[in-house]
C-alpha cells in the first residue's frame, strides 16, 4: 500500500512538472549564485533556475562497526524543469570496501530518480518536495535488490542576514532482504554565513526505521563558493546511537550550468 500511494503521489508530481513546463513562457535566465543540497543531509528547500543544468559531486569515508567504506562521485544532477520545477538524477555510486572482507561489499549502486517542487515561500518559510525512487541497477552486495521509494519535505527560514534554520521530514522504503523496512528521518540544521562566500552549518539528523535502533548523527560542514557557480566542501559527522554509523568525512565539488532553456 505505501509503495501504490508513493506511486500515485510520483505520477501527479510529474504530470504537474509537464503542465507547467508547457505554461512557462520563455525569457532570459537571471545570474544566480548556485544552491546545492550537499553537504548536509538536509537538501535545499529552492529549486535550480529554470532551463539550468547542475552537477553536485564529492567522495565519503564511512566508518562503522570496524568497517570502512569509501564511495563516490556521489552525483546528483539537477535539471531546471519550471520556474518551480526541477528533475534529479542520482547516478550510481561506485563503494569500494577498504576493511577486510565480511562486510559490505564493492561495487556500484543504485540509479535514482526524483522530482522536486517548490512550495514555498510561505509566511517567510521556504518549503519544497521531493519524491524519488532508486532502481536496483547496482552490484551485488551494494544494490537493495528493490525499487525504493522515498518522500522528502525540506523547508529553511532566514533568521537573521547571517544566519538560517532549515530541516527535512523524510520518509523512506528500502528493501532489505524480501521486505521494506519503513524508515523516518528529520534533520535539523543551523547555518552561519561567515563571509561572502564561505559558510559553515551544524546539524543533527535522526533516522528512525520500523525494525532496527534509531540512528542519531551529529553533523558540521562548511562550503565555498569558488565563483558564482562552484562550490567547494568539508563536512564531518559522528554517530550518537549504537545504530548509527561511527563517523563520516567527505569533500566535493559542485557547478551549474545555465542558459539550456527551452525556446
Known amino acids: 500500500m505505501l509503495l501504490r500511494i508513493s506511486s500515485v503521489a510520483l505520477m501527479f508530481v510529474l504530470v504537474g512538472a509537464a503542465v507547467r513546463g ?3 513562457p520563455a525569457s532570459t535566465p537571471a545570474p544566480a549564485t548556485i544552491n546545492t543540497d550537499r553537504p548536509a543531509v538536509t537538501n535545499s528547500s529552492v529549486v535550480v533556475p529554470d532551463g539550468s543544468i547542475q552537477l553536485e559531486d564529492g567522495f565519503l569515508e564511512t566508518g562503522s562497526q ?28 561506485y563503494f569500494q570496501n577498504l576493511s577486510a572482507p565480511g562486510g559490505m561489499g564493492s561495487g556500484f ?3 535514482a530518480f526524483g522530482v522536486k ?27 537493495s535488490g ?35 523496512n519503513v524508515t523516518g528521518q528529520s534533520t535539523f540544521v543551523v547555518d552561519r554565513q561567515l ?20 540512528q542519531h548523527l551529529l553533523h558540521f560542514g562548511t562550503s565555498l563558493k569558488i565563483a558564482r557557480r562552484q562550490q567547494i566542501d568539508f563536512h564531518v559527522g559522528w ?10 568525512v567527505g569533500i566535493g565539488y559542485s557547478f551549474v550550468f545555465q542558459g539550456f532553456r527551452r525556446q
Open 195 to 214: 563571509t561572502g562566500p564561505l559558510d559553515a552549518f551544524v546539524e543533527y539528523a535522526g533516522s528512525f526505521p520500523e525494525r532496527g535502533g534509531p
Open 239 to 248: 554517530g550518537l546511537s549504537s545504530a548509527a554509523v561511527d563517523h563520516i
Open 66 to 93: 570496524g568497517q570502512s567504506v569509501l564511495d563516490g562521485p556521489e552525483t546528483l544532477v539537477r535539471f531546471g524543469l519550471a520556474a518551480k520545477t526541477e528533475l534529479r538524477f542520482t547516478l550510481p555510486d
Open 146 to 180: 528493490g525499487y525504493d521509494p522515498g518522500v522528502q519535505l525540506p523547508w529553511s527560514r532566514a533568521l537573521s542576514a547571517k544566519w538560517t534554520a532549515a530541516g527535512m521530514f523524510s520518509v523512506y522504503w528500502p528493501t532489505e532482504g524480501r521486505t521494506r
Open 109 to 111: 549502486g543504485d540509479f
Open 22 to 24: 508547457q505554461d512557462q
Open 117 to 143: 517542487q517548490r512550495l514555498g515561500p510561505a509566511h517567510g518559510f521556504d518549503v519544497s518536495a521531493i519524491v524519488f525512487v532508486s532502481f536496483p541497477t547496482g552490484a551485488r552486495g551494494v544494490t
